[in-house]
Structures are given as C-alpha cells and as structure tokens.
C-alpha cells in the first residue's frame, strides 16, 4: 500500500488569496456552466434549468413516507452560499457553507448563532470544504483545495490539521468525503486518486481501497465521494461517476453496492451524499434526479423523497440539488447546494416500510 503521510498541525500560507477557492467555484458555474468534481468537469446542477426534474416522471409513482418537518431556505443574517453538508451535535445543527469557505451555527429554528471561518484566527483557510463530519466532540472538515482534513472543536477553533500527502507520481489527493468510525479514526474519501482511506485517530493511514485511477466493479472507484458509517463499522461510498454506492467491510473490503447508473428507478444519474439507517436502509441524494432515492438493506429500491406533494404525481420536486445527507435519530437531514436544509420525519416510518405504491421497479444493483 502507498502511504500518505500525517503532519500535526501544518500551518502552512496558502498559495493563493483566500478569494480563490470562491472565485474558481463561481466561474465554474456561471461561465463554464460546469462544477467541479475532484479536478474533473461536470454539467452543473443549476436550479431551474433543466425543467421540471426527471426525478419525479423517472423514478416511477413509489414514494417513501418520510414527511417534511422544516426548510431552512436562509438563515437570516448570515445568508449561506451553495451549502452542501451538515453535521448534527445535540440541538445544534453545523453547515458547511461551500460558497463562502466557513461553517454556520444554527439553532433549532435556523437562526445563526455564529460563523466559524478558520483563517479568523490566522489559521489555514477553508479551501473549497466539501463534507463534514463530528463524533460530538470536534468537526471534521474535508478541505478539498489544501488536501487536508481541519479539526475544529464546537465552538470553531481550530485544534489541528490533517495533511494528505501525494504518493510519488500521483496527485495531490482531493478529500471530498469524510466519516467517523465507530472505534475512533475516519474515513476519507479521495476524489484525485480514486481511493477512499481510512486514518486512526492520530490520522495515519491504517489502509486504502481502490486502484489510485478510474476503476469500478469491486476494483475501485471513479471519483468517490461522500461517505458514511453504520453501527458495525461498514463504510458506505459514492461512486460519483460509477452511479452508484459501494458499501465496504470495516476492513476495506467490497461488499456490494446500491444502484448503477441511469436515470430510472432504482438508477442513479448524479449520486451526492449517502445515509444509512439502523435497519440498513441506504439513503442516496441524487443532484440531477433531483431527489433522494432510498433502497432496502438487500439493495431493494423502495422509493424516493422529495416530492412537495407526494400524493401528487404531478408535483414538482422539493429539492433542486440535493447534496450532503445525514441522520440524527430519526431525523433526515438534506443539504441543497440551492433549497437549503430540509429536514424529514422517519419516525412514522415502519421497519419494512414499503413505498405507497406496489407498482413494480428497476431494482439497483
């Protein structure tokens, strides 16, 4: 296995003004009409401009019950731009605002009750942050731009850098993903090299799973990007450009995945952000689909979320582009770069539960 190096608390100054970072986002979709995946182009995920979304004449009549308990569209005061993630500590809610390279504080009700922008205190900056994670202690921010993982206790100070170092001749690596194990350490995804890494809680390199180049079926990944953990340690990846989710062993090991590529039921055209829940279901948001697409434990598609009226079959989607996912407790939590946070109820949700129609479907893998 190549190693990629850990370096405690690298200050390094950034080789660019902080306004960078926002400025190569802004081009990328205002001019160019493409975002950025790891270093590789994309068509942009842009509200409104493809129409009514695909996601709700595409991904059949099965509609997952999982009710809306609230949208935060802006918090006022401190107006968010392209949120993507989101981090749950108590009754406190942490979003990772891409667009303006800090973290937003919010209570309960969306209000902001304080910015954490890490250059504040002469730190390194927020370089393109693209996921965050806590294990109720501290913030972990994958800091795309600077190849590195910032740690940040809950009140925005900074504590340490996680620096990712390029094995010779590869790229400097891309974290765009990152989760905490269950027994300490993380997971990170790596979007340049195509592998996902897991760190011990000193964030040294305990193994990686991919080739290090573009690679799919059990050998790799193409672009992975977020990620999440379930109570046994299994790792859950989006292959962004594979369409799908690949669930690793707590060792690195293939398991299987959910979805493939398409734009159907039970396909995935542009999968974001992943959620697992206690009776296995997995959870995926899908930024063109316009949706979030759930699938049983044995990769059963059973439905999607995000219709404003589910008893509607012709009405529109909530989401416009659906990123980061998160379930604290039986709470939903859906980051759209353009829609904000919405915040779904799984309570009412049965084990089993079935969509609301037993109309048959393209099953995922």
Do not use: C
């Not at 573009?214 to 109570?231: H, I, K, M, S």
């Not at 952000?273 to 990769?299: I, K, N, Q, Y």
Request: charged residues 15%; hydrophobic residues 45%; negative net charge.
């Amino acid at each position: 296995m190549k190693t990629i190096s850990y370096r405690p608390l690298d200050w390094r100054p950034p080789n660019e003004s902080r306004m960078a970072p926002k400025l190569l986002l802004l081009a990328a979709l205002l001019i160019t009409g493409t975002v950025l995946v790891g270093a590789y182009a994309l068509p942009a995920e842009t509200p409104s401009a493809e129409g009514p979304p695909i996601a709700l004449g595409g991904l059949s009549q099965l509609v997952f019950p999982a009710p809306v308990i609230a949208q935060v569209e802006q918090p006022a005061g401190e107006p968010w731009t392209m949120p993507v993630a989101a981090a749950v500590v108590g009754n406190t809610t942490f979003v990772l605002d891409t667009g303006n390279n800090r973290v937003l504080k919010l209570d309960p009700a969306g209000r902001v009750l304080a910015t954490f922008d890490t250059a504040d205190g002469g730190g390194p900056p927020m370089q393109q942050p693209l996921a965050i994670a806590s294990d109720g202690i501290h913030l972990f921010i994958a800091n795309s731009l600077a190849a590195d993982l910032l740690v940040l206790d809950l009140t925005g100070r900074l504590q340490r850098v996680v620096s990712l170092e390029a094995a010779p001749g590869e790229p400097a690596p891309r974290p765009i993903g990152v989760a905490v194990m269950p027994g300490g350490g993380l997971a990170v995804s790596d979007a340049d090299n195509h592998r996902v890494l897991r760190l011990d809680g000193e964030g040294h390199v305990l193994w990686s799973a991919g080739t290090g180049a573009r690679a799919g079926g059990q050998e790799g990944f193409n672009v992975p990007g977020a990620l999440t953990v379930d109570g046994s340690g299994n790792i859950y990846v989006v292959d962004t450009l594979n369409g799908r989710v690949v669930e690793l062993s707590p060792d690195g090991a293939f398991l299987r995945q959910f979805g493939r590529l398409g734009d159907t039921a039970g396909t995935l055209s542009r999968p974001k952000g992943v959620a697992v829940d206690a009776e296995g279901r997995v959870f995926v948001s899908d930024g063109l689909l316009a949706a979030v697409e759930v699938f049983a434990a044995d990769g059963t598609y059973v439905g999607f979320i995000g219709r404003r009226d589910p008893a509607d079959p012709t009405s529109p989607s909530l989401f416009q582009a659906p990123a980061g996912l998160l379930l604290a407790g039986e709470t939903l939590y859906v980051t759209d770069r353009f829609a904000g946070l919405v915040t779904f109820d799984l309570s009412s949700v049965p084990p089993a539960a079935p969509a609301t129609t037993g109309e048959e479907t393209d099953s995922g893998p």
